[in-house]
């Protein structure tokens, strides 16, 4: 069958992959031009690499990143409040695309801006911007957190901002803490990670509360970071300092309220176009690949696209929307700013059982900790 897919991000990467695994031909259209993905970098967790390896790509995303065997959260003096396992990687997101682009057979079609998509029993006609349009047999929209298809659907208005805005950027630096560790440091509304991304190179992202549209030129904002992070424990003001201007991006964290459904007959939502999720347990990504997976499998020799899609949604919506939930819970205690609460906090997180941790969101579930966990998983 013919399978269009919209959106050439990770998710659409990876459910082209899948497709093509299972025998369907595929078209993957990008809306943007060709040039090097937004986020620089990018945590991959055991259940991401596992989903990877379904897809043949785990082993170039191990060579080209670096691993990590645990994640630990501090506090702005550096005290340690908590320490969990999580046998995944670190890798930047060109080198992620690359390792599922080096896994297709059909080319990206960029600039190619979805505008409305129409379906009857047979097909479904996707019209472009340009005035072109694409029959197939189904759609998989994995088109973003602002997706065309999903608010055609669904029409369930924008985005929800979460009250932070992130920074992101790379820098030439490493430093012992974060050698083999992830971290991530908590202050009064703010915080930052650090992860290394190997070859001498750490990956990091902040975040800060704001009012929404707090956007900041590059060099206003890293001026505005290093008075920020000023005195937090090391390496955090060096690696602020050896980031380059250019290499630092602004985005704010939002997410959406979980639909009742991902299809409407023979459309599907994929990724941040179905559960987009504030990144606080580096899930993001991850649920995508695991979704062009399962889509991969429910797809493989099916006939009824339509039943298909449903067990694709069925599948993946009670683990996907167990993650938000999840990552919500720890974004609404990370970014706390009352100092009081804030103390209340950081004496009470490194008391916690891990069970209790797991339902606040402080610790991945088991089965994105460690690897053998998300190869049963999935």
Excluded: K
């Amino acid at each position: 069958m013919r399978l269009l897919v919209i959106g050439a991000g990770i998710g659409g990467l990876a459910a082209s992959v899948a497709l093509e695994q299972a025998d369907h031909e595929v078209v993957l259209v990008e809306r943007a031009q060709p040039g090097e993905p937004a986020g620089l970098g990018i945590a991959m967790g055991p259940n991401a690499l596992a989903a990877l390896g379904r897809l043949g790509a785990a082993d170039h995303v191990r060579e080209t990143g670096n691993t990590a065997a645990g994640r630990r959260i501090f506090t702005r003096s550096g005290r340690q409040l908590s320490e969990g396992p999580w046998q995944g990687g670190v890798i930047r997101r060109a080198d992620l695309h690359d390792a599922l682009r080096l896994r297709l057979c059909v080319a990206v079609q960029y600039g190619r801006r979805c505008v409305a998509v129409e379906q009857d029993g047979s097909g479904v006609v996707t019209r472009f911007e340009d005035g072109s349009s694409e029959l197939t047999d189904a759609v998989i929209a994995a088109d973003g957190l602002r997706s065309t298809v999903r608010a055609q659907l669904f029409r369930d208005g924008e985005p929800i901002y979460r009250g932070s805005t992130s920074f992101r950027g790379i820098a030439r630096y490493t430093h012992p803490l974060i050698a083999d560790h992830i971290t991530e440091t908590w202050g009064h509304g703010s915080r930052i990670g650090l992860q290394n991304l190997g070859e001498g190179w750490t990956y990091w992202f902040a975040a800060l509360n704001a009012p929404p549209g707090t956007q900041m030129a590059p060099a206003e904002a890293r001026t505005m970071l290093l008075e920020t992070f000023l005195n937090w424990h090391d390496p955090i003001e060096d690696v602020l300092r050896a980031t380059e201007e250019e290499r630092l991006l602004q985005t704010d964290l939002c997410d959406r309220d979980p639909l009742p459904r991902w299809s409407t007959g023979r459309v599907a939502l994929l990724g941040d176009a179905a559960h987009p999720m504030t990144p606080d347990l580096g899930q993001g990504g991850a649920q995508a690949i695991e979704d062009a997976v399962a889509l991969g499998q429910v797809m493989d020799g099916a006939t009824d696209l339509v039943s298909a899609l449903r067990r694709y949604e069925e599948r993946r919506m009670p683990v996907a929307y167990d993650v938000l939930r999840r990552a919500r819970r720890h974004y609404r205690i990370a970014q706390l700013s009352n100092p009081v609460l804030c103390g209340v906090r950081d004496r009470t997180v490194g008391h916690l059982p891990a069970a209790a941790a797991r339902r606040l969101g402080l610790r991945r579930p088991a089965w994105i900790e460690t690897e053998r966990s998300a190869a049963t998983h999935l």
